[in-house]
């Protein structure tokens, strides 16, 4: 019997599986009653009736054995616990700004950074919006403006650094208003609604520049940096030999100041950081923390929490586990281009990013077609994604009409060190399966809608 040859040496986790949280099957017919009582919003679903959860990386993942034996070392005194002193010097370390302040979340310390910089009448350019990035700063009275290359809304285009900035839609946009009127501009990375895309290190230095002949301060949403920093050791000329962890710091010295949703990155379940190397800003933002979230050595959080961000800052700078967690999108991707099924290229760093105007073509954007979409994968087999789209993009703040993006995406995110490549294999088959039956899926509309940030909590009826 002729023997298979070895053509190929597969690479695997760097960890084992320690502790289980068995999942629920459903059937059909639970997920049809399930998602009608959620208005066909997977946001508004039970996690109890879903069964592979890709809604998101946020605040998902596995911690490792050493985040939760420094659970166990958390100091919870009220002021100047130590796991806060810890936190710190990490924060030091890899991002490299010497003040900081906790945050319970992200959005937190959006909302701080927001209030502090702008002025009412101000423009923030940044490389494609996110959805609370966006309202904190329209709340605090500015306008946004996206300045992201073109190729970041074309799902095919298969441009390596789709989340760089135009240096030329950036300079029009200070000729048009002035630089007074712009008080920072934003940078995200891998750039979460166009796909997970990453921006290059070259095209952050001329962003740089430009801020700096105008005066402009430059500020990073790092939720995602060390994605970023990786796809740049992969794809970028002079930092093959460079480790994740010198380049997240190189990349944070073009900044003026940063936050992190550490649900991401840090490989936690909750936190947020807001760090600067203004000590102008700083004060102001250690004033205010103490308004919105607790004293500025805990920020709205637990000591042991910030000693679990402490520790994940640690593992997340770690090549292979980098390597694993894009390895895993990666591998979702191949497997439904065996299909056909259309999504974003190239594949991004936390998600793949199907593409709901190519898979219901028959839908207009009015009717949803990644609500749709991610509804009836739902309804398929309980795996649950998320609207990246008409939806999200909200309504436009003048006319009250709806933002029509041009990508209309269903998010499939990864949990971190949470799946196996099995609940992969399930979730691509189920895609792959509503795609064989995409002409008879009808679209939506929309019967409730909340007046912030909608796609939490709108409300669908099929057409
Ligand atoms: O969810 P928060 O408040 O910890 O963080 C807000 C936030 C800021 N920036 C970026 C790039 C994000 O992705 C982000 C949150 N993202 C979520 C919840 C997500 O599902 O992608």
Redesign the pocket.
């Known amino acids: 019997m002729a023997k298979k040859k070895v053509t190929k040496r597969s690479w695997a986790e760097p960890f084992k599986i320690k502790v289980v949280e068995p999942i629920k099957m459903t059937t059909r017919e639970n997920r049809e009653k399930a998602i009608i009582e959620a208005g066909y919003n997977t946001f508004l679903l039970k996690s109890d009736d879903v069964y592979i959860d890709l809604?998101?990386?946020?605040?998902t993942n596995a911690m490792s054995d050493n985040q939760w034996a420094g659970m166990m070392l958390g100091d919870e005194s009220y002021a100047g616990s130590k796991n806060f002193y810890t936190l710190w010097d990490k924060i030091k370390q890899y991002y490299g700004m010497p003040y900081f302040v906790p945050t319970h979340?992200?959005?937190?310390?959006?909302h701080m950074v927001s209030q502090i910089l702008i002025k009412e009448g101000d423009y923030i350019p940044g490389n494609m919006y996110?959805?609370?990035?966006r309202l904190h700063q329209e709340l605090a009275g500015a306008t946004f403006v996206d300045v992201i290359i073109k190729e970041a809304h074309n799902p095919v285009s298969n441009h390596p650094f789709k989340g760089n900035t135009d240096l030329n839609k950036l300079e029009d946009l200070i000729n048009k208003v002035g630089a007074k009127k712009i008080p920072y501009v934003c940078i995200?990375g891998p750039?979460?609604m166009a796909g997970g895309q990453p921006f290059s290190m070259a095209n952050l230095l001329e962003v740089k520049e430009l801020c700096k002949k105008h005066k402009i301060k430059l500020w990073f949403?790092a939720?995602?940096a060390c994605e970023n920093a990786y796809f740049i050791k992969l794809r970028e000329e002079g930092y093959q030999d460079k480790t994740i962890a010198q380049i997240l710091k190189e990349m944070c010295s073009h900044f003026d100041g940063l936050?992190v949703?550490?649900?991401?990155d840090l490989m936690v379940n909750i936190?947020?950081i807001l760090a600067t190397r203004n000590k102008k800003v700083y004060e102001e933002a250690r004033n205010m923390v103490v308004i919105y979230e607790g004293l500025h050595t805990y920020g709205g959080l637990a000591g042991r929490d910030m000693e679990a961000m402490a520790r994940g800052m640690d593992e997340m700078v770690m090549f292979d586990n980098i390597k694993a967690r894009v390895g895993q999108v990666e591998y979702c991707g191949k497997r439904l281009q065996e299909y056909g099924v259309p999504f974003v290229k190239p594949i991004g760093g936390?998600a793949i990013f199907l593409d709901a105007k190519k898979f219901l073509p028959h839908l207009k954007q009015d009717q949803f077609p990644a609500q749709t979409l991610a509804s009836e994968i739902y309804a398929d087999s309980g795996v649950r994604g998320?609207e990246r789209g008409i939806v999200s993009a909200g309504r436009n703040r003048d006319t009250g009409e709806h933002n029509y993006p041009k990508l209309e995406l269903v998010?499939l995110?990864f949990p971190r060190r949470v799946y196996t490549q099995a609940h992969i294999d399930v979730a691509v088959e189920s895609i792959a399966t509503v795609y064989e039956n995409r002409n008879k899926i009808k679209g939506l509309k929309m019967v409730y809608e909340p007046k912030y940030l909608r796609f939490f909590q709108a409300r669908f009826e099929k057409l």
């Open positions: 809604l998101t990386d946020s605040g979340q992200g959005r937190a310390a959006e996110f959805t609370t990035t995200a750039v979460n949403d939720t995602r936050w949703s550490a649900k991401k936190g947020g936390h998320m998010r995110t």
